[in-house]
C-alpha cells in the first residue's frame, strides 16, 4: 500500500552544509555528518538539538582538521553514523576528500561510548585497503562482534573482526561489488554524469537481517540487489571462490544508496531515481512506501526504538559536480521521520 506525503515529518534541516548519514540512538539523541566534499563545510560529525542546533561530536578537536594536520584522532571526510543493538555511535571516516584519494592513511572506523560521549576503540584501514578506497557504510552485529562495510570506490566489502581487531576485505573481484554496465542511471530526466561521463559507483548500501545471518548489500549506481550469509564473510579460513559462490544475486528493485532493516525483516530502500521509499518483504516483494518530492536523494536510514524511520536526504543528484557545473539545489538539505508502515 502506497502511503501519502503527510507521512513525512520535518526533523532537522540545514541550508549550507551537505549531510549525508543519520543515526537515532535508543534514547531518542541524534547524529549525523558531513563529508568533505566540494562546497562549504564546517564539522564532519554533530549531535542534533531542537530547532536546529548542532553540536560538534564528541567535541570541537574531533572537527577541526584541515588539510596539513594530521588526521589519526581528527574527521576527515565522514560518510556514515550508525548507532548498534548495544547504543554505541559508529563513525565511518573514509577520510577520503572529494572522493579523490585518502588523505595520509587515515581512513577508519570510529566506535563511542554514547554513555560517556568518549572515543572506545578505532579501527584503522591502513594496510588493508589502498589509498583509492571510499569505505562508505557500516552494520555491526554486537552479538558475534563483526562490523561489515561497503568499499564505494573501488568495490568490495570489508570484514572488521571487532574482538581481534582484523580486517579482510573479500569478494573485491566479484561482479556483486561492482556496478552492472548493462544499467544506465537516469535522474532527473538525464544520464547520471560527470565532466562528461557516467557515474559508476560500486558497493555502497548494506543491510543486516535482524538475527545477523544475512549480509545485503548493492551497488550505488544500479538496481541490483545481493545478499550473503555471513558465515561465509566471518570464515576467515574460507577460500574466496568458495566465498564468491556463496552470493546470491536477488535481481533487480530500486536504485537506491542507503538500506536498512526493520525487527520484522523488511528491508527499505530509498529510491532516489523516482523520490521515493520503497520496502522489500522478507519474501523480496516490491512495495512502495512513501512518494515525495522531498526525498531528494533519500541516503541513509536509522530506525527509533519507537519505530520511526529516519531518512536523511544528501540532495547528490543537486550537486554542481553531476550538473555540468551548475548547483541545482533549491531547498535546504534535511532529515525526515516517518512511522514504519509495518510497525
Not at 582538521?65 to 563513525?91: F, H, I, M, R, S
Not at 550538473?323 to 538539505?333: A, L, M, V
Amino acid at each position: 500500500m502506497s502511503m501519502s506525503s503527510h507521512q513525512l515529518e520535518q526533523v532537522f534541516l540545514d541550508d549550507t552544509y551537505q549531510l549525508t548519514g543519520v543515526a537515532i540512538t535508543k534514547d531518542g539523541r541524534l547524529f549525523t555528518c558531513y563529508p568533505l566534499w566540494p562546497g562549504p563545510h564546517q564539522y564532519g560529525v554533530v549531535e542534533i538539538f531542537p530547532n536546529n542546533r548542532v553540536k560538534p561530536y564528541p567535541d570541537e578537536q574531533w572537527n577541526n582538521w584541515q588539510e596539513g594536520d594530521t588526521g589519526t584522532n581528527k574527521w576527515v571526510c565522514v560518510q556514515a553514523v550508525y548507532v548498534d543493538a548495544e547504543n554505541n555511535l559508529w563513525v565511518v571516516d573514509p577520510a577520503c576528500p572529494n572522493m579523490e584519494q585518502v588523505y595520509d592513511a587515515c581512513f577508519k572506523l570510529v566506535k563511542i561510548n554514547l554513555a560517556t560521549d568518549s572515543i572506545e576503540n578505532v579501527y584503522r584501514f591502513e594496510g588493508v585497503l589502498s589509498n583509492k578506497s571510499y569505505i562508505n557504510d557500516v552494520r555491526v552485529d554486537t552479538q558475534r562482534k563483526v562490523a561489515y562495510l561497503t568499499n564505494s570506490n573501488e568495490g568490495g566489502i570489508v570484514v572488521v573482526n571487532l574482538e581481534t581487531g582484523t580486517i579482510r576485505q573479500v569478494l573485491r573481484h566479484h561482479y556483486s561489488v561492482k556496478h552492472d554496465p548493462s544499467f544506465t542511471l537516469i535522474i532527473d530526466g538525464k544520464e547520471f554524469k560527470k565532466q562528461g561521463q557516467p557515474v559508476h559507483l560500486q558497493s555502497d548500501g548494506i543491510a543486516l537481517t535482524p538475527d545477523g545471518e544475512w549480509l545485503y548489500y548493492k551497488p550505488l549506481t544500479d538496481n541490483k540487489l545481493y545478499r550473503i550469509r555471513t558465515e561465509f564473510l566471518r570464515n576467515e579460513a574460507l577460500p574466496e571462490d568458495q566465498r564468491e559462490a556463496a552470493v546470491e544475486d536477488l535481481g533487480r528493485f530500486a536504485v537506491t544508496d542507503g538500506m536498512i532493516f526493520d525487527k520484522n525483516g523488511n528491508l527499505y530502500l530509498g529510491d532516489y531515481q523516482h523520490y521515493k521509499m520503497v520496502q522489500l518483504t522478507p519474501a523480496h516483494q516490491m512495495e512502495e512506501v512513501v512518494s515525495d518530492e522531498r526525498l531528494i536523494w533519500p541516503d541513509s536510514f536509522s530506525i527509533s526504538t519507537d519505530d520511526y524511520l529516519y531518512i536523511s536526504c544528501s540532495q547528490i543528484n543537486k550537486q554542481p559536480d553531476y550538473n555540468d557545473g551548475e548547483n541545482k539545489r533549491t531547498t535546504p538539505y534535511a532529515i525526515y521521520r516517518m512511522k514504519l508502515p509495518n510497525a
